[in-house]
């Protein structure tokens, strides 16, 4: 298929099979997949945890609104964000690009500075937002990423955040969790896979200047 009709094929899964399972290699490319996300200033100032115990995710369907896709996927992402973002976090990723690029101070220095003052001037809440905004764009990669390797997911803003927090104990990373996504296969009962995808015309979404 091509990609688009693999993002034809892409739906939110409304019920997995849990008898199917991702493998190594698929997940690691989900994992991968996260990690090269394209996010603000080149910051990865997100985590990604990855639930695949059965009990915690039984757990997660009372803090998910009764919704089984948490219990019946084969892994389930939880997209989080950290609960601190500092100078800390600038001065870690310029160190990165030294040591992967060889560049010297005097070319970053210039940059590293400015994003030092835009973090410090940047009240929390404003620094949640933006994060969170981060989170999406995230998410957004890890759907198209399993569309086009043929796994399901189904995005999830349905759950209360702060239980989730407690059930996965995030507090101890610095994390609150954002998203989720349930990743594994449809089942073959899901009434929801053969719908044709309802869209607007392209003519209507799309302005040519």
């Not at 998910?64 to 976090?89: F, M, P, W």
Request: one cysteine or more.
């Amino acid at each position: 298929m091509s990609v688009i009709e693999k993002l034809k094929w892409r739906y939110a899964t409304k019920k997995f099979d849990s008898k199917k399972k991702l493998s190594k290699e698929q997940l690691k490319t989900l994992k991968e997949a996260f990690n090269l996300t394209a996010l603000s200033y080149g910051l990865q100032t997100l985590k990604m945890v990855v639930v695949q115990d059965a009990k915690l995710k039984e757990k997660l369907v009372d803090v998910s609104y009764g919704q089984r896709q948490v219990v019946d996927a084969s892994h389930v992402l939880v997209l989080c964000i950290q609960t601190k973002i500092d100078e800390n976090d600038v001065d870690a990723h310029f160190e990165t690009i030294k040591s992967i690029r060889n560049t010297p101070d005097s070319i970053l220095d210039p940059f590293k500075a400015q994003l030092q003052t835009t973090l410090k001037s940047m009240p929390l809440e404003k620094k949640i937002g933006w994060a969170t905004r981060q989170a999406y764009i995230a998410l957004g990669n890890l759907m198209t990423v399993c569309a086009i390797e043929g796994i399901d997911s189904c995005p999830m803003e349905g759950f209360l955040p702060a239980e989730v927090d407690k059930l996965l104990k995030l507090d101890t990373y610095g994390l609150n969790s954002v998203l989720m996504l349930p990743v594994g296969y449809r089942a073959g009962d899901d009434m929801f896979a053969g719908l044709k995808k309802v869209r607007k015309q392209v003519s209507e979404t799309i302005i040519d200047l």
